[in-house]
C-alpha cells in the first residue's frame, strides 16, 4: 500500500458504500492501514469509517508524533486521549501548535500550552492565547507583550478590555 491517493479512495469506498462490503473485507484493509504506521491514513479511517479500531490507531498516530494528526485526532475523534495528544503537541515547544491546540481542542490542558507560548516569548501568539484561548492568564501574556518594543498598545488595551469582560462575567455569575 503506497499510493496515497489510491488508499484514500478506498477509506472513501468503504465509508460511502459500507452497506456493500462484508466487514471482513474492511477489517482486513484496516490492518493493512495499522501496517503502514502511517498517521494520516490512521487518522483518516479512524474519522471516515464508523467501526473503527480507534485506538489501534490512535496508537500509531501517537507514536509518530506528527503535529497535524495528533491535533486533528484529538480534535475530530470522539474518545481520543486529548492529554496524550497534547503532550505531544506540547514537547514540539512550538507556540503556533500550542495556541491552535488550546484554541480548538476541548479538553486540552490550556495553561501547559499557555506555558510553551509564554516561554516562546513571541508576541503575535501569545496576544492570540490571550485573545481567543478561554481559561488563558492573560495578565501573564500581557506581561510578555508589554515586554517587546515593537508591540502595537492597540493589542494590549484589546487584552486589557478582555479581560475585564472575563471579570465582571465572573462576578455575574457569583
Same mark, same amino acid.
Given at each position: #500500500?503506497?499510493?496515497?491517493?489510491?488508499?484514500?479512495?478506498?477509506?472513501?469506498?468503504?465509508?460511502?458504500?459500507?452497506?456493500?462490503?462484508?466487514? @471482513?473485507?474492511?477489517?482486513?484493509?484496516?490492518?493493512?492501514?495499522?501496517?503502514?504506521?502511517?498517521?494520516?491514513?490512521?487518522?483518516? !479511517?479512524?474519522?471516515?469509517?464508523?467501526?473503527?479500531?480507534?485506538?489501534?490507531?490512535?496508537?500509531?498516530?501517537?507514536?509518530?508524533?506528527? !503535529?497535524?494528526?495528533?491535533?486533528?485526532?484529538?480534535?475530530?475523534?470522539?474518545?481520543?486521549?486529548?492529554?496524550?495528544?497534547?503532550? %505531544?503537541?506540547?514537547?514540539?515547544?512550538?507556540?503556533?501548535?500550542?495556541? #491552535? !491546540?488550546?484554541?480548538?481542542?476541548?479538553?486540552?490542558? %490550556?495553561?501547559?500550552?499557555?506555558? %510553551? %507560548?509564554?516561554?516562546?516569548?513571541?508576541?503575535?501568539?501569545?496576544?492570540?492565547?490571550?485573545?481567543?484561548?478561554? @481559561?488563558?492568564?492573560?495578565?501573564?501574556? #500581557?506581561?510578555?507583550?508589554?515586554?517587546?518594543?515593537?508591540?502595537?498598545?492597540?493589542?494590549?488595551?484589546?487584552?486589557?478590555?478582555? #479581560?475585564?469582560?472575563?471579570?465582571?462575567?465572573?462576578?455575574?455569575?457569583?
Amino acid at each position: #500500500m503506497q499510493d496515497r491517493e489510491k488508499i484514500i479512495r478506498q477509506i472513501e469506498k468503504y465509508r460511502n458504500n459500507s452497506w456493500f462490503y462484508n466487514r @471482513g473485507e474492511i477489517e482486513d484493509f484496516e490492518r493493512r492501514i495499522l501496517e503502514c504506521r502511517n498517521s494520516e491514513y490512521c487518522y483518516f !479511517f479512524a474519522r471516515e469509517i464508523r467501526d473503527a479500531d480507534i485506538e489501534s490507531h490512535e496508537k500509531v498516530v501517537l507514536e509518530e508524533k506528527i !503535529f497535524k494528526y495528533n491535533y486533528l485526532f484529538a480534535k475530530n475523534i470522539i474518545g481520543a486521549d486529548v492529554l496524550a495528544h497534547g503532550k %505531544v503537541v506540547i514537547d514540539t515547544c512550538n507556540p503556533k501548535f500550542n495556541y #491552535m !491546540f488550546a484554541r480548538d481542542v476541548r479538553g486540552a490542558l %490550556v495553561l501547559d500550552h499557555g506555558d %510553551v %507560548v509564554l516561554q516562546s516569548g513571541d508576541p503575535k501568539y501569545n496576544y492570540l492565547f490571550a485573545k481567543n484561548v478561554v @481559561g488563558a492568564d492573560i495578565e501573564k501574556h #500581557m506581561e510578555i507583550l508589554k515586554k517587546d518594543k515593537n508591540i502595537d498598545y492597540v493589542y494590549l488595551l484589546d487584552l486589557e478590555k478582555s #479581560m475585564e469582560k472575563a471579570k465582571q462575567l465572573v462576578k455575574t455569575y457569583q
